[in-house]
């Protein structure tokens, strides 16, 4: 799904001309740890509400010196983009712009956390098996072999970052059954190493 899906349009917008008071104001009922700052269209950056509190009230908010200006995305971007930019600035929102960088909304931490507790496969029954292996070694579709001869199926599937000590990646499965025993055995026979305890993978039911 591209960015503009997730686009919240109840987060409240501060123009440089807004007083600080004013900001405050939004900061006390968004309850977001920042807010986008725009001139006419052009997105300028992000506010925070511990900024303003060391501001004069009246304040224009052109006498902030605004941070995050870099964080945004177009509309048609993947939302991935989005969980990159506020994992990496440390931020609860997103600017979105579109094709002329004009700024057409904000995506929230809190939507994007709401719609993958949504996904069917969330919650369904299964189970869940980390695994890590070389990243050289790293085969998507070995995984899925070894997976669907123990007749399974993955869900979800998820590659954490390379260990910089070992090289290793740290892949995150979650399957159709909670009895993982035989699937175990299986992964272990093709030296992978079972990251998550044992006893409960099994007893798995998320």
Not at 71 to 98: G, R, W, Y
Not at 111 to 132: H, K, T
Request: glycine content about 4%; overall charge negative.
């Amino acid at each position: 799904m591209i960015a503009s899906s997730f686009i919240n349009l109840s987060i409240p917008v501060l123009k440089k001309t807004d007083t600080v008071s004013t900001g405050l104001d939004y900061f006390e009922h968004s309850k977001l740890l920042w807010l986008p700052v725009i001139k006419e269209k052009g997105f300028e950056g992000m506010v925070s509400e511990e900024m303003l509190f060391d501001a004069d009230d009246n304040a224009k908010i052109s006498t902030i010196l605004l941070q995050k200006a870099d964080d945004h995305i177009e509309e048609n971007q993947h939302f991935f983009d989005a969980i990159k930019i506020l994992h990496q600035s440390n931020t609860d929102i997103v600017a979105v712009l579109n094709k002329d960088d004009e700024y057409i909304g904000s995506i929230s931490a809190p939507d994007l956390l709401n719609y993958y507790a949504n996904i069917g496969f969330i919650d369904s029954p299964g189970g869940i098996l980390v695994l890590s292996t070389p990243q050289h070694s790293y085969s998507l579709s070995e995984i899925s072999r070894i997976v669907e001869t123990n007749d399974m199926k993955v869900l979800a599937l998820h590659v954490s970052n390379v260990n910089p000590e070992t090289y290793d990646v740290e892949i995150t499965l979650k399957l159709n059954k909670t009895d993982l025993t035989r699937l175990i055995a299986s992964f272990e026979r093709f030296n992978y190493t079972i990251v998550m305890p044992i006893g409960w993978i099994c007893c798995s039911n998320i």
